[in-house]
């Protein structure tokens, strides 16, 4: 069974009599990476500092491994996590001593300090920079020393508040592709905040989406990108089809997947027997009623049947069961000319250019 | 008068180092302290009041500490007046709030999500705080500079509560406002050049100390 290793209950932060916060219940899972995502100003930060014992709540109360964090010595507690921020907010010193500043902290032997930081060091592919002063370092650089600096502490939970929101697109990637596999090698639970879905998506073994301050759901990406629990969660989340499948076959830049026995066409670069993610926008997806009555340069043709019709607006969005779910977003006056209802068969069409592959 | 100049400069630098030790050991902690409780009532208030104290006119300190210490005062018992120990008690006036306000502002200037970053690493309040000095050595120290540079120049209070007595209470700033009064501008001139070469050397070792491992 897998232990709650964080636990939170009837949390609520007010500023000046303003609620800025406000968590029912979030359970964290011992190994697994929690991913908060919600848009500038949602209150995720709040979340972390009261997670990271920095911020004291109004009301409520957080659980470590099933004892209230309030309860227990917070310098002993802080000293079971580990935090990395949005800027890097490295010392005036070298390198080295930057990432070996918490095990200094924390009263580990000389040797050891050496060992473990020379380790994460080389990790975080920053060893060349050891005796270079933290300032003139570049963005990423910088921040892979703040990573290095908190993978040496070997903590219980990691957690990191948009550590790459601050890069430019290049090193982000890279670095979030780094950080991937670190998480998963050392199968440190963490919490990772961000407000890119890109990057919940890639990292978060669950998703738990902050809107105004209130935690509106948590769960698997997939469930919370196709089955979002309500508008707001959807227009945050906009892509509304994700489906998790493996590349099957990987040529020339044109990808198939396999999903749930589908074979599902994509472009992109992936490597055959990755784990991807398969992101379509609902707007994305043509519907038809019958096969073949017209040739279109959409590569994929799914065959289901309508479960749900929802207007908003000019548009309804249409769920369709396909062996697996899919949302679509078509105008009014195309459901009313093929008199779509719920029930009914349709093909769902799209094209293998509108598919954004996210390799997990 | 050459062992006299010795002994002057000697009790010149006890005194003002003395005086800058003691406020830096009241200014650092008390400086950090508002620096770091940004949410304290009054805090606006404290720093005006200890800003207004960077300015005080040693003339009105002199006065204060006379009237404290004189033999009738409140603190006569203690016979401190037209001793070292007056020079010392007045000239840490001076040097404290100069001391305290520079290393408010000196931390104010981190980013304030620095302690955040420390603490989540881990550090205790103390650690924590001993980090943001580090951090804020160049500016620590330039107050340090600033309070002992108040002090070694100033001479209205050392005059009013030391009284200038030759082998007990002369300093070097006293000593130069009686000899030019006397009309004897050599031995004037004399003292003031060794008065600046003795403040040029104590922030010169200073200004070692601040620019180590800045580059």
Excluded at chain 1, 88 to 103: E, I, K, T, Y
Excluded at chain 1, 326 to 340: D, F, H, K, P, Y
Aim: charged share 20%.
């Amino acid at each position: 069974m897998v232990e709650t290793i964080l636990g939170v209950k009837d949390l609520i932060v007010r500023h000046s009599d303003q609620t800025v916060l406000q968590v029912d219940s979030l359970d964290i899972q011992e190994g697994e990476v929690l991913a908060i995502i919600g848009p500038n100003g949602a209150g995720k930060s709040t979340l972390l500092l009261v997670l990271g014992h920095l911020l004291h709540p109004d009301e409520g109360q957080v659980y470590f491994r099933g004892k209230s964090i309030e309860q227990e010595n917070e310098l002993a507690y802080r000293r079971r996590i580990a935090l990395v921020l949005q800027e890097p907010l490295l010392l005036h010193r070298s390198v080295f001593d930057n990432v070996a500043a918490g095990l200094k902290f924390r009263g580990v032997p000389r040797p050891e300090i050496k060992q473990r930081t020379d380790e994460w060091l080389e990790r975080l592919e920053i060893s060349h920079l050891r005796n270079r002063p933290a300032h003139s370092l570049s963005g990423g650089e910088a921040q892979r020393t703040s990573l290095a600096r908190a993978f040496a502490l070997q903590p219980e939970l990691l957690m990191l508040d948009e550590p790459f929101s601050a890069l430019d697109t290049p090193t982000r990637s890279r670095l979030l592709q780094d950080l991937h596999a670190l998480l998963s090698q050392t199968d440190v639970t963490s919490v990772f905040i961000t407000h890119d879905l890109d990057e919940a998506l890639l990292l978060g073994d669950r998703v738990a989406v902050l809107l105004g301050g209130v935690l509106r759901q948590v769960g698997r990406p997939q469930d919370v990108f196709t089955a979002p629990r309500d508008g707001d969660v959807a227009a945050f989340v906009g892509v509304e089809t994700v489906i998790a499948g493996n590349v099957a076959v990987s040529q020339n830049g044109l990808v198939i997947v396999d999903a749930s026995g589908l074979r599902l066409e994509a472009v992109g670069d992936v490597p055959t027997g990755t784990r991807v993610l398969f992101c379509l926008r609902p707007e994305d997806i043509t519907l038809s009623i019958s096969e073949g009555t017209a040739i279109s340069s959409a590569r994929n043709h799914l065959t289901g049947r309508i479960i749900r019709m929802t207007p908003s607006g000019p548009l309804v969005r249409v769920l369709i069961d396909c062996g697996l779910p899919i949302v679509a977003l078509i105008t009014r006056g195309s459901a009313n000319e093929m008199r779509l209802i719920e029930g009914q068969s349709v093909i769902a069409s799209f094209k293998a250019t509108a598919v954004h592959l996210i390799p997990r | 008068m050459t062992s006299d100049i010795f002994e002057i400069t000697v009790l010149s630098l006890k005194v003002s180092l003395l005086a800058t030790g003691i406020s830096l050991f009241i200014g650092l902690p008390l400086g950090t302290w508002l620096a770091l409780r940004r949410q304290l009532r009054g805090r606006g208030f404290i720093l005006s009041i200890i800003n207004t104290g960077m300015a005080l006119p040693p003339v009105v300190v002199g006065l204060f500490v006379a009237m404290m210490l004189w033999r009738s005062g409140p603190l006569g018992s203690l016979e401190l007046i037209y001793t070292p120990a007056a020079i010392v008690i007045a000239q840490t006036i001076i040097a404290a709030p100069v001391v305290t306000g520079l290393t408010a502002s000196a931390l104010q200037q981190l980013n304030p999500r620095l302690r955040l970053q420390l603490l989540g690493l881990g550090a205790s309040p103390i650690q924590m705080v001993i980090s943001l000095w580090r951090e804020a050595r160049l500016p620590l120290l330039a107050a340090l500079m600033a309070g002992f540079g108040s002090v070694i120049s100033e001479v209205g209070a050392s005059m009013m509560v030391g009284g200038n007595i030759r082998h007990q209470t002369r300093v070097l700033t006293t000593a130069i406002v009686l000899e030019t009064s006397r009309g004897d501008f050599q031995n004037a001139i004399a003292l003031s050049i060794l008065l600046l070469i003795l403040a040029y050397m104590v922030n010169l070792g200073l200004t070692i100390i601040q620019q180590r491992g800045t580059r």
